[in-house]
Structure formats: structure tokens, C-alpha cells
């Protein structure tokens, strides 16, 4: 497969390709501001990757390459500018990228194993949230920056409980 964006016109269904690379398009999550801005993992790279539609045009961004980054993601926008969360398979561990004047700035928000599953971002104010599964101990958890240090803590350990948590702040 590949991404692929669908958008219903007066006339029908529009669809477009934004990024025809194999595999591209899995854990997607999108944004609109007002054209459509995505995040994804591309499977055949093991890439997390960011799309945005300028004027009709699409233009796509490698976000993190450094293997097997992106699966879950969670997009979310603050004054135009992209958030997103999402799991490293490789580290087990939760992330966080943001794009400031063009860059791209990479955190390790809960450092595994087995954490950052089922990332649900939220930013308001300037500051990110995300609700995330622990996966060893089976428990929700969320994580809120404060400046540049990120907090964690559970929300609930009665079980296994809220795996696929979403989150609206």
C-alpha cells in the first residue's frame, strides 16, 4: 500500500497520493489548518514521516529515521506548527517531535521498555499531553511538559485498563 488522502468535492470523491512510497501510510493521524497536514510510519523504511498540502501541492518530510520510529502517531498543531507523538519499536519508548522555523526536534518522553503505545497528543496552551499504554504493566499513563522536562504518571493500575485511550485537554 501507500498514503493515500480522500477528500468528498461536490463532484464525488477526490483522491490523492501524498506519498506513493511502499508500505507508506500505517498509525496515521491528521490535522487540518486549514489544508490537511499528516503524520505516519512508513513500514518498508521504519520511518516516521510528516506530510503537509501547501496550495494544493503536497510536500513530505522524513521526521525520525532512526529505525523502526513511528508507529502510533498522534499529530496535533500549535499555531500552525506540528506535534506529534508516537512509539520507537526499537528503543520500546515513548516520543515526541516538534518542527519549529522549519526544524525538527526529537525527545524520548518515557524511556521503555514497552511504553508509548497508542499515543493520543493533545496541546493546548503551548503545552503537550499525551495519553499513552505502559504495555509491561498494563496501565494508561500520561505525560505533560512543563518547559523542556516531561512528568509521567499512571492514570489508572486496577488491571488492564485503557489501552487505546484518547485524549482532549
Do not use: C
Request: glycine share 12%; charged share 20%; net charge negative.
Amino acid at each position: 500500500g501507500r498514503l493515500m488522502y480522500g477528500r468528498r468535492d461536490p463532484g464525488g470523491w477526490a483522491l490523492e497520493t501524498p506519498d506513493a512510497t511502499p508500505q507508506a501510510g500505517q498509525y496515521v493521524s491528521i490535522a487540518l489548518a486549514p489544508e490537511p497536514r499528516l503524520s505516519y510510519y512508513v513500514a518498508s523504511t521504519g520511518e516516521l514521516r510528516y506530510a503537509e498540502r501547501l496550495a494544493g501541492a503536497w510536500s513530505v518530510q522524513v521526521v525520525d529515521a532512526t529505525g523502526i520510529a513511528g508507529m502510533y502517531s498522534s499529530l496535533a498543531l500549535e499555531s500552525g506548527n506540528p506535534r506529534i507523538a508516537y512509539f520507537d519499536a526499537r528503543n520500546e519508548a515513548l516520543k515526541y517531535a516538534f518542527r519549529n522555523g522549519g526544524i525538527w526536534t526529537l525527545e524520548t518522553v518515557d524511556p521503555g521498555p514497552g511504553l508509548g503505545l497508542h499515543a493520543s497528543l493533545s496541546v493546548v496552551g503551548g503545552v503537550p499531553r499525551i495519553a499513552y499504554y505502559d504495555a509491561l504493566r498494563a496501565d494508561p499513563k500520561l505525560a505533560t511538559r512543563s518547559g523542556s522536562t516531561w512528568t509521567t504518571e499512571v492514570v489508572e493500575s486496577a488491571g488492564n485498563a485503557g489501552q487505546y485511550a484518547s485524549l482532549v485537554v
